[in-house]
């Protein structure tokens, strides 16, 4: 099985092409669409062997498992793998139609919400329909930040190894004991589905918030309490885009080309072992904010922290010790600097005060302490 990925603005498009003699059942796939169904991308019937999925921008849960991860956004994603396959149960549909794979499932890198595909094949399950494989293979990609306590992955490794079959309310049990944020954040989330696509900026705006700024209860945006709505929906659209590079042997596959694909797409080919490749995208620092344990991503050259939406890059939400622009960080090369922006309760690296309008380097593991907002930085 042969997958090409293509993402352009807010939307992200996926084509999937059989190995000869493989075709999808017409009827499961009809069935499906039938039911709106959150958690997965739109699949499309090119041909009996070709299916095109669409979905909001992401890119491979396996690129996401690459980067260094929290205890609170390794167990969002375990919570939603399961939350998905009881979706899947509630709705009278196989589970072995589900690509249970980390490099077929793709990740939002603003909302932080998985998309899976859904595959019916005429010849029977899929080969990567094993869940549990997938969640072990989530708890070996795995990468703790070095300075948080990385017991949480042997601890749910050891569990898993205790499941001999799928059991989403013994997961689930253990979720809610080592981090029921995760867990609450997922429940919380209305079912519904959220796979309004358009490369258009404000149309995407227009349908995922309400005019007053609050979330859209149907979208199925995720956020941890009221933190993670901003993290990152004022970035530039095309980022997620933008890591997504073209892959040298397009032309050579010979797979589903399209006139633009150099612009945009890049080509994920499986390997004699049936893993694809993947060009990870652009390596970002990240803030770890200790109060929420979330992880803000720096994707911009210039990023402006602050509480006023309008003017910033990320929101700190809930503080309102926080100046409406506090601060910039400053990326130049693989060096970070910051620069307080005059706010009223300044601004610490290691609780050292800056001077205002002041460019000061940061290295890794660094507190960064806006007022009394602590960050942890890592590059």
């Given at each position: 099985m042969k997958l090409k990925i293509k993402a352009k603005a807010l939307q992200l498009t996926v084509k999937v092409k059989l190995p000869s003699g493989v075709t999808v059942n017409e009827q499961d796939l009809n069935a499906f669409c039938r039911k709106p169904i959150r958690g997965f991308m739109k699949p499309n019937l090119?041909?009996?062997?070709?299916?095109?999925?669409?979905?909001?921008?992401?890119?491979?849960?396996?690129?996401?498992?690459?980067?260094?991860?929290?205890?609170?956004?390794?167990?969002?994603?375990?919570e939603q793998i399961v939350e998905t396959a009881q979706t899947i149960q509630r709705n009278g549909l196989p589970m072995d139609r589900v690509l249970w794979n980390l490099d077929s499932a793709f990740i939002n890198r603003s909302t932080k919400e998985l998309r899976f595909l859904y595959l019916p094949l005429s010849q029977g399950p899929n080969a990567d329909s094993d869940i549990l494989e997938m969640i072990q293979n989530l708890i070996y990609a795995a990468k703790p930040f070095p300075n948080d306590n990385t017991d949480f992955v042997s601890k749910f490794s050891y569990f898993m190894h205790s499941v001999e079959r799928f059991d989403a309310p013994k997961i689930e049990a253990f979720v809610q004991k080592f981090e029921r944020g995760a867990y609450q954040t997922v429940k919380a989330n209305n079912p519904g589905d959220s796979?309004?696509?358009?490369?258009?900026?404000?149309?995407?705006?227009?349908?995922?918030?309400?005019?007053?700024?609050?979330?859209?209860?149907?979208?199925?945006?995720?956020?941890?309490?009221?933190?993670d709505e901003a993290t990152g929906l004022l970035n530039d659209p095309d980022d997620e885009a933008t890591g997504l590079l073209n892959d040298p042997g397009d032309e050579a596959t010979g797979l589903l080309n399209d006139p633009d694909d150099e612009a945009t797409g890049l080509l994920v080919d499986?390997?004699?072992?049936?893993?694809?490749?993947?060009?990870?995208?652009?390596?970002?620092?990240?803030?770890?904010?200790?109060?929420?344990?979330?992880?803000?991503?720096?994707?911009?050259?210039?990023?402006?922290?602050?509480?006023?939406?309008?003017?910033?890059?990320?929101?700190?939400?809930g503080n309102n010790i926080i100046s409406r622009s506090h601060a910039d960080i400053v990326v130049r090369?693989?060096?970070?600097?910051?620069?307080?922006?005059?706010?009223?309760?300044?601004?610490?690296?290691?609780d050292q005060i800056l001077a205002p309008q002041t460019e000061t380097e940061l290295f890794d593991g660094d507190c960064l302490r806006l007022g009394n907002e602590e960050f942890i930085f890592h590059l």
């Open positions: 090119v041909k009996p062997n070709v299916i095109e999925y669409t979905g909001p921008a992401g890119f491979p849960l396996q690129a996401r498992m690459r980067e260094p991860i929290s205890k609170y956004d390794f167990f969002l994603i375990v796979s309004f696509l358009t490369d258009k900026r404000g149309d995407y705006y227009d349908h995922y918030k309400n005019r007053n700024g609050q979330d859209d209860e149907a979208t199925g945006l995720l956020a941890e309490d009221d933190g499986d390997s004699p072992g049936g893993h694809m490749r993947y060009e990870a995208p652009p390596h970002y620092p990240t803030l770890l904010r200790l109060s929420t344990q979330e992880t803000v991503q720096i994707s911009k050259k210039v990023f402006r922290l602050g509480r006023e939406r309008g003017s910033t890059d990320y929101c700190v939400t090369g693989n060096r970070c600097f910051v620069t307080d922006l005059n706010s009223a309760n300044k601004t610490y690296i290691n």
